[in-house]
């Protein structure tokens, strides 16, 4: 495939432009949602129908609790409705899941990973789509911005532990945030040609006399909270490669916008509800930085090594070409996504390595919905404590100390997912039964393994698809990766929005670390770069460089 | 560092090999148990001839050199501290204490009129706290304690090293000494505030000695980050066993245990206890004693600092800074009078106006001067008087200063005094030194006027100015202050004017004026209740409740026992302008940390491309793309990685030892500097290091 630059930079261009004048706004909508008092009339139906007092401010500990009870019964339930799909309606005849793919599914979803164990077209109906899964992409996208403005509150806070009311920022995340842009999305997508019907499974008769299977259904408003929510899910096993998902250049372009608009726009809510702008500013620059440079750097591995190693053009879609892989593919591995418009699989060597490279950066850049943003400024108390400590400080994160305590959660969180992937990739590779899912011979097949497990550990959810993960070990093995991945980091995130809310905050002065500015963001790019993807380097080496460097 | 203190370091780095001991670094920890491991290995290689054994025992001794180097580091800063405690110790040699008991001696026995206690000699170490020892020239003060009976000139210089004597006596604000100092002259009663072992010197020596070190909270901290560093490149190597193993390409234990220890944080793993130790030290070099680590660290965060204007900003005492001569009046007469006034008067100020006056008139041709230079016995002094607050002199008929028939009186004073006693004498205060008066007020002097009566009408001569003057070079240490974020609030016992133009002449940021000891207290209160921490400097006893709630409190020595006892650090010299370096240390001790570990982890980067590619190029070709350094062979990559990785240890304890480079910037100025020399220096050195080291390994062919 070639790349044509001038085109790449032209779409690059638009998006930034279009993400650059929206997020503004939107970071403010999103933090006046957030910080209002007010509640819509729906809201306060719910929460009386649920008993949910919204007043409430809750303990740290209250706020988590609240968040995987709830996790916990979105996992079983829709455990029992892809079991039960057979009996319920809206099943276009399909029947129960099976018990492992279900278990996979579920956990994937309610983690906002969405990685695709099964094939949907001929798995799950529209019930299940529409009533199960779609839910769980508003609702785990949901979790993910309840869980940074947790994070947020506790740094503006001072002397409380409590950090607002789980419930009602699901609510409001859901229902303010993701639904109305959802509306508004999926009308855009129709207008560029994604399918919206209740047709089902059409059989056609081609005129050779062969049968040709085309289905249907309710695709864009699927794909609309698909990639608004970073879930990445697809309506069709072929996710965004499919024509009636993603038909054309122009749509493709808007799918990329939708992926980035809310992770993107984060940063702005952040700084204002820190009362300082630049704090916000200065997170978006990092993030941007590695954007850009991610996706030059996959337009150059796509067009320099196409047809290199397994990638003979097979599994990418001409249609989009270099360019719009390119953007695809590191918009959809930089934000948790997973949606995928062509086989990953199929990427050149260093391209597909380029794709785990992104995602081993621990999803920060921009990162899932909430996720990104809370990932990145658990980042930000590493660099605050080194850079801190440089200044002739004791390290303080906006007013508040980095002592011990917080270096101790902070310290966890950088271990798992890291652990996880490694735990996770060395066990498979070192038993037999386990690596031959990966059929692949050589390094590709170990980077098809490697990438399973930092695409689940990351919540990411897009695969090097030549694995099959849906027997019993992979299928749990994932599942574990993928709902430790999520909630651990997430209850280390609020453990430590509870220690900076119990703290007072520390005045700023000419001697505090500055936590906005260019030096600051070149401190925290090194800190992400260096203490994230490095630990990959020799897995890496041994998967996407092995089989892609070549002398 | 030298090769003394090398040899002195080096038993007890080795003593430090105990894990038990170790087990409280965990990246030298995890070292220590890759170095066992890799005996093993490599004996066991050795033994089946293995032609990697060389190899393997190459890199298994440079682990224990790593293990060791760490442990040295320690070692020295720990050395440096001995010297000094055991020459404390030379002076805590137990005396005879003589105790005195609470019976009075029976009357009759006395050799004396007055009454006295019994006496009984009991050794130092029995001496309670309560206890009343009399001390008499020429002894050793057995133990720390309060002077209530009696004044002394006392030889400190075991303590302070300094060779002046120091004034100690009963009631006030320099009544505590401490045990193991020498009373030179006159005897004193003290009471006993410290026991046996618990006393200033005992204390002091623990403390160099690194005896009560404890981790402190950023410490701690650091290596929780250290800690998980490790772990992670830990399981990362360990995972990659399984991985390498499924490419075939499986390497020796030993190669993996090395990419382990090139890549968990050795380097700031190893000098973090020496950094702890240095900072400490530096601090007892300036003759400052801290109480713990932790107050060290502190000094580094303080915000706001509370100074003494007395002897800290200005130098204490009014001094006279010029000289206004009323009209009709030459300069050089009111000169000459101000000086003949002050020719007797002993205190600051009056020495102050003679100095000035000699500066003056220095090199003019000395008309009348050099008859009032020396005073004669016949010339009557005046004192200075609470009810009269004036002093002068009353020269005889016939004294060269006094060309008239009758008795001259010259007198310099307050405004008002002298203004009524010149009234009283027929003459009148002029209105343009009625304005100079009032304008020397308004900016915060003290007019003194200057009078003198010959029999006739008594006239006023002039103003002179006494004003506070402020020390040399403080207005820039404010600056620096300010650019650092570090607010400086002045505290004065002056009224608003006075305090609000010294304020302002030396640039501090805030003042309180008319300040009393609770002042100081609220102040501290209110500081920290915006969340700033707060350093001070005090002496005296009503001084303790402030320096107890400060963050960082320094007591002067030559303080009060309940002033030291509240601080968290004395300084020996007294000198209150220490505060000042005293939290700069601290930013050094801090600053040395972080760059450190930025370097360290930096380093990883170039580690990564030597031992990577000397992994796996042997199976996948193309990784040898990564060998950008070039290295020889596989092996001289990974034995050249593993030699930095402890080479630079020792090439950094110096730095460790004498801290980073501490400027007074802003922490942007701080943070680009450092992080361009330590965060990128730390990229780009390994890179050079090993390529270096390389090329040495490579001219032996048994390894290269």
Same mark, same amino acid.
């Given at each position: ?49 649920? %008993? ?79 009533? %199960? ?87 864009? $408003? ?157 980042? $930000? ?48 590779? $070192? ?121 | ?89 030379? @002076? ?52 720390? #304690? ?25 009631? #006030? ?20 505030? @410290? ?62 245990? @090395? ?9 700031? #793993? ?71 006034? =002050? ?79 010149? =009234? ?133 020595? =030559? ?146």
């Amino acid at each position: 495939m070639e790349l044509h630059a001038f085109a790449l930079t032209t779409q690059l261009v638009i998006l930034i432009v279009t993400l650059g004048a929206l997020h503004q706004p939107m970071g403010k909508y999103l933090a006046a949602t957030f910080s209002s008092h007010k509640h819509l009339a729906v809201e306060r139906g719910l929460y009386k129908l649920s %008993g949910v007092e919204p007043r409430a401010d809750q303990h740290w500990k209250v706020y988590l609790r609240s968040l995987v009870a709830f996790s916990l019964v979105s996992i079983v339930a829709l455990i029992a409705f892809q079991l039960l799909q057979g009996v319920l309606p809206f099943n276009q005849g399909l029947g129960s899941v099976d018990p492992w793919v279900a278990m996979n599914t579920a956990i994937s979803f309610v983690t906002n990973t969405n990685w695709q164990t099964y094939a949907p077209e001929t798995t799950l109906g529209f019930g299940v789509q529409m009533l %199960g899964l779609a839910v769980q992409n508003f609702l785990s996208a949901a979790v993910g911005l309840a869980v940074v403005v947790a994070l947020i509150r506790g740094l503006v806070r001072s002397q409380t532990s409590n950090l607002g009311n789980f419930w009602v920022d699901l609510t409001r995340g859901a229902l303010r945030v993701l639904l109305p842009i959802s509306i508004i999305g999926a009308v855009v997508l129709i207008i560029t040609g994604v399918v919206q019907n209740w047709g089902g499974t059409d059989i056609h008769t081609l005129v050779t006399g062969a049968q040709q299977t085309v289905p249907g259904g309710p695709v864009a $408003s699927q794909e609309v909270i698909k990639l608004l929510g970073t879930n990445g899910g697809g309506y069709f096993n072929a996710n965004s490669a499919h024509p009636f998902e993603n038909p054309n250049a122009l749509s493709n372009l808007f799918e990329v916008f939708l992926i980035l608009l809310i992770p993107f726009s984060l940063p702005a809510m952040y700084g204002r509800m820190v009362g300082d702008k630049r704090q916000g500013y200065t997170l978006l620059t990092v993030m941007s930085a590695f954007w850009l440079i991610s996706t030059a750097l996959m337009g150059w591995a796509l067009a320099a090594f196409a047809g290199t190693g397994t990638s003979v053009g097979e599994g990418l879609e001409q249609r989009f070409g270099a360019n719009g892989t390119a953007l695809f593919a590191t918009a959809t591995t930089l934000t948790s996504t997973g949606a995928v418009n062509a086989a990953h699989d199929s990427l050149p060597p260093l391209a597909g390595g380029l794709a785990m490279v992104n995602m081993m950066l621990g999803e920060v850049a921009p990162g899932g919905v909430g996720s990104g943003l809370y990932g990145l400024l658990v980042l $930000s108390v590493v660099a605050v404590f080194i850079g801190g400590l440089m200044v002739g400080r004791t390290p303080e994160m906006l007013g508040k100390k980095v002592g011990a305590g917080q270096m101790k959660l902070v310290a966890v969180y950088i271990l798992v997912t890291p652990t996880l992937v490694l735990l996770g990739t060395a066990i498979t590779v $070192s038993i037999p039964a386990l690596a031959a899912a990966a059929p692949a011979q050589g390094p590709h097949g170990f980077s098809e393994v490697l990438y399973a497990f930092t695409s689940a550990a990351n919540n990411n959810g897009s695969a090097f698809g030549g694995i099959t993960s849906s027997g019993p070990a992979l299928a749990t093995m994932l599942a574990l990766a993928m709902f430790f991945g999520r909630f651990l980091p997430i209850a280390l995130v609020l453990a430590l929005a509870g220690s900076f809310a119990k703290q007072r905050k520390i005045p700023n002065t000419a001697g505090t670390l500055a936590t906005h500015g260019p030096l600051f963001a070149v401190l925290l790019g090194g800190i992400v770069l260096i203490l994230t993807a490095l630990t990959y380097f020799p897995a890496l080496a041994l998967g996407p460089a092995a089989e892609g460097l070549l002398k | 560092m030298n090769l003394t203190t090398l040899r002195a370091a080096l038993p007890l780095a080795l003593s430090k090999l105990n894990p038990r001991l170790m087990i409280h670094s965990p990246v030298m920890f995890t070292v220590l148990i890759g170095s066992i491991l890799c005996t093993a290995v490599s004996i066991q290689q050795l033994i089946l001839g293995s032609s990697t054994a060389v190899f393997s025992f190459s890199v298994t001794v440079w682990l224990w050199l790593t293990v060791l180097f760490g442990n040295l580091a320690e070692s020295i800063a720990e050395g440096r501290g001995k010297a000094q405690a055991d020459s404390l110790r030379s @002076a805590r040699t137990s005396v005879m204490a003589r105790r005195r008991s609470s019976a009075l001696v029976p009357a009759g026995q006395l050799a004396g009129g007055e009454p006295d206690y019994e006496e009984e000699m009991v050794p130092g170490t029995d001496l309670v706290v309560g206890d009343m020892v009399i001390v008499v020239a020429g002894e050793l003060i057995p133990s720390d #304690g309060d002077v209530i009976e009696g004044l002394a000139s006392v030889d400190e210089s075991a303590i302070t090293g300094e060779s002046a004597p120091v004034i100690r006596e009963s009631g #006030g604000d320099r009544s505590s000494v401490t045990g193991g100092t020498m009373v030179l002259s006159d005897r004193i009663v003290v009471r006993i505030t @410290a026991a046996s072992g618990k006393t200033f010197l005992d204390r002091m020596i623990s403390l160099v000695e690194g005896a009560t070190r404890q981790k402190t909270p950023n410490e701690i901290a650091l290596n929780v980050l250290l800690a998980s560093l490790t772990i992670v490149f830990v399981v990362a190597i360990m995972t990659l066993a399984p991985m390498a193993a499924f490419a075939n390409a499986l390497p020796s234990p030993v190669v993996l245990v @090395a990419l382990v220890v090139c890549l968990i944080p050795t380097t700031i #793993g190893a000098l973090v206890p020496a950094i702890g130790i240095a900072g400490m030290d530096r601090l007892i070099q300036r003759n400052v004693l801290a109480t713990s680590g932790r107050a060290v660290e502190t000094a580094g965060d303080v915000t706001t600092l509370l100074l003494d204007k007395t002897g800290t900003i200005t130098y204490g005492n009014r001094r006279a800074v010029a000289f206004i001569a009323a009209d009709g009046v030459s300069e050089e007469e009111l000169i000459e009078t101000a000086r003949l006034s =002050s020719l007797a008067d002993e205190t600051p100020e009056g020495r102050s106006i003679v100095e000035l006056a000699d500066e003056r008139t220095e090199g003019v041709e000395a008309g009348g001067l050099g008859a009032t230079q020396t005073l004669s016995a016949d010339v009557e002094i005046i004192e200075f008087s609470a009810t009269t607050r004036m002093s002068g002199l009353n020269l005889p008929v016939g004294h060269p200063a006094n060309p008239g028939t009758t008795i001259r009186e010259v007198r310099k004073g307050a405004g008002s005094a002298v203004e009524r006693y010149v =009234s009283e004498r027929g003459g009148m205060l002029p209105a343009e030194v009625q304005q100079a008066v009032e304008t020397i007020s308004g900016t915060g002097g003290t007019p003194l006027l200057v009078a003198s009566h010959n029999g006739e009408r008594a006239q006023i001569l002039g103003v002179i100015h006494l004003a506070d003057v402020v020390k040399p070079g403080m207005k820039e240490r404010f600056a620096e202050l300010r650019a650092m974020g570090i607010k400086t609030i002045m505290i004065t016992g002056d009224n608003k004017i006075t305090a609000a133009a010294i304020a302002a002449e030396a640039g501090v940021d805030d003042f309180v004026a008319e300040a009393t000891p609770e002042d100081k207290l609220a102040v501290i209160k209110a500081e920290q209740e915006s969340g700033r921490l707060v350093a001070m400097t005090g002496d005296g006893t009503n001084d303790a409740p402030a320096l107890a709630a400060a963050d960082v409190g320094v007591a002067m020595n =030559s303080g009060t026992s309940a002033a030291k006892e509240a601080a968290n650090m004395v300084d020996l010299d007294s000198d209150p302008t220490k505060l000042i370096d005293i939290v700069g240390i601290g930013k050094q001790l801090l600053i040395t940390r972080g760059s450190l570990t930025t370097f360290s982890v930096a380093n990883d980067v170039a580690k990564y491309f030597a031992i990577v590619p000397a992994l796996f190029a042997a199976t996948f070709p193309g990784l040898g793309l990564l060998n950008i350094m070039g290295l020889s062979s596989p092996e001289s990559a990974i034995l050249s990685a593993v030699i930095f990785n402890a080479l630079i240890i020792v090439l950094l304890v110096p730095l460790a030892l004498r801290g980073v480079k501490y400027r007074a910037v802003s922490a942007a100025q701080a943070l680009s500097r450092n992080l361009l020399v330590y965060g990128l220096g730390g990229m780009i050195a390994p890179f050079v290091g090993i390529k270096a080291i390389d090329l040495v390994l490579s001219l032996f062919p048994t390894i290269g």
